[in-house]
């Protein structure tokens, strides 16, 4: 992809950052030895890119959902660590302040996060309730005009490097109990778990966070209290685009490490396997269309959910499939841990799983056919 759908210049920067900052550390990021989120995300910000949907006003790029798409398909084909650090800043991390933040909020974060001066993360999921989001136990107690806050956040990308989280804690019974804060990571009773030890994104930190008696004033409520669920479902629905573009490069970055064995070994007169090669483009091709058209309805306005959920759940499961295939194709030099195939069939899989398992997804699918 390499169009400048929205006219801002965008595309050519997107491809300097690829090619000068993701591409050269790459390998060091597969292994879980690379700059860290936050280093990542400045680095964007150098680029002017750490802030794609933020209005110009607030030091943003002022973009479209289209060129986010664009930035995270373009870096996971380089390295898919780095499209989820930079996803996960962009879209959940940033965009439920744009929709939801009051304008006091707006002025004291948008820029930083723009800038990419701060990393932002997302905490929704706990450990006792993932897929089940209502289940959520960590507490806000109103105590005159600040929030005490204490709970644990489970899997948390960025976790242990971001400077602003968005958490999401229970005021009241039920989904309409539930309500949203902007953090600081600076402020006393935050703490973070060291990052785990995954099966693939190794250069992006996922981990616990911990929030022991944090007072959070009652400016850092993010929407009234009550709409933390909708604050939530609504930034994850924008969130599965950004994890289907995540998901396109990656399989588009399996297909090119099939394609170059199968060049080579085609010079040296062996078979090669077209029917497999078809297959991986019929399904890359098909992911990054319907990517491309929840992003344009992202960007049209109104609720996406049904159209991001399909496009989450057929991108995801092409990328393991076409990663799965690549891996096949390269073999046996694809059984060594650092082979293209190998990084990207391990990283491939973190796709299916967060910001909603593909059950979930199954279940918003079929929910919209019954009830609609
Ligand atoms: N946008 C706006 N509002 C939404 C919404 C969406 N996408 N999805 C649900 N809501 C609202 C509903 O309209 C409902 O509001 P009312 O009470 O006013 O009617 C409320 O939220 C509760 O919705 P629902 O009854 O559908 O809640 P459920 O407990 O059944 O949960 C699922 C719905 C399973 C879809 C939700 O829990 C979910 O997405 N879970 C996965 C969480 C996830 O993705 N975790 C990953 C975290 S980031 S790695």
Not at 32 to 39: A, D, H, I, T
Not at 42 to 70: C, K, M, N, V, Y
């Amino acid at each position: 992809m390499s169009t400048d759908i929205s006219g801002t210049g965008l595309a050519g920067r997107i491809a300097g950052f690829v090619d000068d900052v993701i591409t050269p550390i790459a390998p060091a990021m597969a292994r879980g030895e690379g700059p860290s989120p936050r280093r990542i995300v400045e680095a964007a910000g150098e680029a002017g890119l750490a802030g794609i949907l933020t209005p110009a006003s607030f030091g943003g790029a002022g973009g479209t959902h289209r060129d986010f798409i664009q930035f995270i398909e373009s870096v996971a084909r380089a390295d898919a660590s780095c499209a989820v650090i930079l996803d996960v800043h962009l879209s959940v991390g940033t965009e439920p302040l744009l929709i939801f933040g009051n304008d006091d909020q707006k002025s004291r974060y948008l820029r930083k996060l723009a800038g990419g001066e701060w990393l932002a993360a997302f905490a929704l999921t706990e450990a006792g309730g993932g897929s089940d989001a209502v289940a959520m136990r960590t507490r806000a107690v109103c105590d005159g005009d600040t929030y005490v806050l204490d709970g644990a956040k489970a899997f948390i990308t960025g976790a242990g490097d971001a400077d602003l989280y968005i958490v999401m804690a229970r005021t009241g019974d039920g989904a309409r109990g539930i309500s949203a804060f902007l953090v600081e990571a600076a402020w006393p009773g935050v703490s973070a778990g060291a990052p785990l030890a995954k099966m693939g994104l190794h250069g992006s930190w996922t981990g616990e966070l911990v929030l022991d008696g944090v007072r959070v004033p009652a400016a850092n409520r993010l929407g009234d209290e009550g709409v933390g669920f909708t604050v939530a479902m609504s930034a994850l629905d924008s969130g599965r685009v950004g994890i289907s573009a995540q998901a396109v490069g990656i399989a588009q970055a399996a297909l090119d490490a099939a394609l170059e064995t199968s060049r080579r070994r085609a010079g040296a007169g062996s078979a090669v396997d077209v029917t497999a090669i078809a297959d991986m483009e019929v399904l890359t091709a098909a992911a990054r269309q319907l990517t491309r058209y929840a992003a344009a309805l992202v960007d049209a306005g109104g609720r996406v959910t049904l159209d991001a959920a399909i496009a989450k759940l057929y991108a995801t499961d092409a990328c393991v499939a076409v990663a799965q295939s690549a891996v096949d194709l390269c073999a046996p030099e694809s059984g060594s841990d650092s082979h293209p195939a190998a990084v990207r069939f391990r990283d491939a899989k973190a796709c299916q799983i967060y910001e909603g398992t593909n059950q979930i997804q199954r279940v918003v699918i079929a929910r919209h056919l019954l009830t609609d």
